[in-house]
Every structure is written in structure tokens, then in C-alpha cells.
């Protein structure tokens, strides 16, 4: 079945770093890829998505590239803030009704 | 104009008691979700609707009883609470097909003492 494998935490960078949070997946069909970013307290929320092969989501300084040759959709930021200290997660859709979550992946970013 | 909206927003009670969560979305959304967060953040699907039919019930304890009385609300009835209920419950809606994200409410703080 489909699923999402999800680098495991915890991250811990300083202000400015560069952040990459891998996502790998399987699927049999062609699924949509996102990223939702889970704030201290709060629901999940759209960061970005794609839909096909070698689309780019992009939001907020994020980028994730759909590559469906390495089955992959890696979370990018040049430059990470302290803000951005969340919970991210990797997720998939097909056509059907079930969404695939990953494990989720803790960052911090200390001043 | 909240989305997707739940409540309440804490909930804390006895061992042994009932409790309900009621979701509210106003997006013309067709389909909703229940998830389970435990403390580790990992998610877990319960159950679903779409236009007020059960499609997916995970393995949940039949003491948990989702209820859609139309396609615009989703509830969750919890009998005979237990200690492992203790949990972030999240209402979630899409529309399923195309792109579909899914739009989460804010959670319900489940604490069972």
C-alpha cells in the first residue's frame, strides 16, 4: 500500500541555516505530495504541494520538489528562522479517500 | 471565519465517563476525517465520511462513535473513557479528488485522569 517515510527528528539548527527534511515515498498511482507544518498548539497547515513529477511547491521560503524517479519530496529553506520551530510533515494523497501522513519531524531553530 | 472548526478546544474528565467533540466545516468540503495525535505527534487515521457515509474505520475501540448528520459536521462520541484516550483529536475536511489537501481544525485536548 501507499506511505510516506519521513526523516526522524529531532532537528536542531542555528538561525540561518540551511534546513533539508527528507520525505521519501510509496505509492502505486501518481499522488499528490504536500508538506504540513504544525505549529506549538495548533492544527496542521498547508505549507506546500504538488501534484505531478517535477512540480515545485513552494511557500514561505520552502521549496519541495516532486521526484518521482527517487520517489522523493525533500523539504528545503536556505535560511530557517526562529519562527519556523514546528512540527513538519510529509504527506500523500491518491486518488481515493486515504491520506498518508509521515512520522513528523520536530525543528528547532535556536536564536 | 474559521474553516474548520471544533469543540471544545480542552477536555478534561474521569476515567469511565463519556465525553462528545463536535467538528463544523464551512467549506463545502464532501469528505471528513477524524485523527488521533499522541504525544509523539504521529498521527493516526480513525475514521471518515463522505456526504454523511461512513468509508474508512480504522481499528478503533468500539467505544468511539463518529456520527455525520450532514456533510458540513462530523462528531465523536467516546464512551467508557480510558486512560490511553488521552490525545489531540483533529477534525479534518477536503474534497476529494484533484489536488484534495485536507483542512484541519485546531484539536481537542483530550486528558483522562
Known amino acids: 500500500g501507499d506511505s510516506v517515510t519521513q526523516m526522524e527528528g529531532p532537528v536542531t539548527l542555528s538561525e540561518e541555516a540551511f534546513l533539508t527534511i527528507n520525505c521519501t515515498y510509496t505509492?502505486?498511482?501518481?499522488?499528490?505530495l504536500f508538506w504540513y507544518v504544525q505549529y506549538p498548539g495548533e492544527g496542521l497547515q498547508l505549507l506546500l504541494k504538488?501534484?505531478?513529477?517535477?512540480d515545485k511547491g513552494s511557500n514561505k521560503g520552502f521549496e519541495a520538489t516532486y521526484r518521482k524517479e527517487t520517489t522523493s519530496f525533500h523539504l528545503e529553506k536556505g535560511s530557517v528562522q526562529v519562527s519556523d520551530s514546528a512540527v513538519y510533515f510529509c504527506?500523500?494523497?491518491?486518488?481515493?479517500?486515504?491520506?498518508?501522513f509521515g512520522t513528523g519531524t520536530s525543528l528547532t531553530v535556536i536564536p | 471565519d474559521t474553516a474548520v472548526s471544533q469543540t471544545p478546544k480542552y477536555l478534561v474528565t474521569q476515567m469511565g465517563n463519556d465525553k462528545s467533540i463536535k467538528c463544523e466545516q464551512n467549506?463545502?468540503?464532501?469528505?471528513m476525517y477524524w485523527y488521533k495525535q499522541d504525544s509523539k505527534k504521529f498521527l493516526k487515521i480513525m475514521f471518515s465520511?463522505?456526504?454523511?457515509?461512513?468509508?474508512i474505520n480504522e481499528t478503533v475501540p468500539n467505544r468511539f462513535s463518529p456520527k455525520s448528520p450532514d456533510k458540513a459536521h462530523l462528531n465523536l462520541h467516546i464512551n467508557s473513557l480510558e486512560l490511553g484516550d488521552s490525545a489531540v483529536y483533529f477534525c479534518?475536511?477536503?474534497?476529494?479528488?484533484?489536488?484534495?489537501?485536507?483542512?484541519f481544525g485546531e484539536g481537542s485536548r483530550l486528558t483522562v485522569l
Open positions: 479534518a475536511s477536503r474534497l476529494v479528488g484533484g489536488t484534495g489537501e485536507l483542512f
Open positions: 505509492a502505486t498511482g501518481y499522488p499528490s
Open positions: 504538488a501534484t505531478k513529477a517535477d
Open positions: 504527506a500523500l494523497t491518491d486518488t481515493g479517500n486515504q491520506f498518508y
Open positions: 467549506l463545502g468540503h464532501d469528505t
Open positions: 465520511y463522505n456526504n454523511k457515509e461512513l468509508i
